[in-house]
């Protein structure tokens, strides 16, 4: 496996290192959406979101805080975006699952307009029935 963010934990690629303990590390995006655009993933390779454990989705989202309350001080941002991507219908890349915290100014050009649709003659219905009955199987 060739895994660009195993290479970064295994000090064997360069990135700019946020934050970093025994479990997580935190570095900057090299593409950024705006400046400041931080990526926080495990040190354990997981493809995705559903394989993280509960530990670590727990460490993941303890370090996430930190990183946003950091970038909220230092930046001083109208807001942030935290985003996953799972899966490349989502638009995931690299399949090393990460968390993504992109901070928004009120003068920045990223727009994150998604397509709202509407349910129609029972559907929202029918959709929760068929997702309560995977959480409940």
Request: proline share 4%; charged share 20%.
């Amino acid at each position: 496996m060739n895994c660009i963010f195993c290479n970064i934990i295994n000090k064997q690629e360069a990135a700019e290192v946020l934050f970093e303990n025994d479990k997580i590390i935190s570095f900057l995006d090299i593409r950024p959406v705006n400046y400041g655009h931080t990526l926080v993933i495990p040190k354990i390779h997981y493809e995705n979101f559903l394989s993280v454990s509960y530990d670590d989705l727990s460490r993941l989202i303890e370090a996430t805080q930190i990183l946003c309350n950091a970038l909220v001080k230092s930046l001083e941002p109208d807001g942030f975006n935290i985003v996953a991507n799972n899966g490349t219908a989502a638009g995931q890349s690299v399949f090393h699952f990460h968390f993504h915290i992109i901070p928004r100014f009120n003068t920045d050009e990223f727009k994150f307009r998604p397509m709202i649709k509407k349910y129609n003659n029972g559907l929202m219905k029918e959709y929760a029935d068929k997702i309560r009955l995977a959480i409940n199987s």
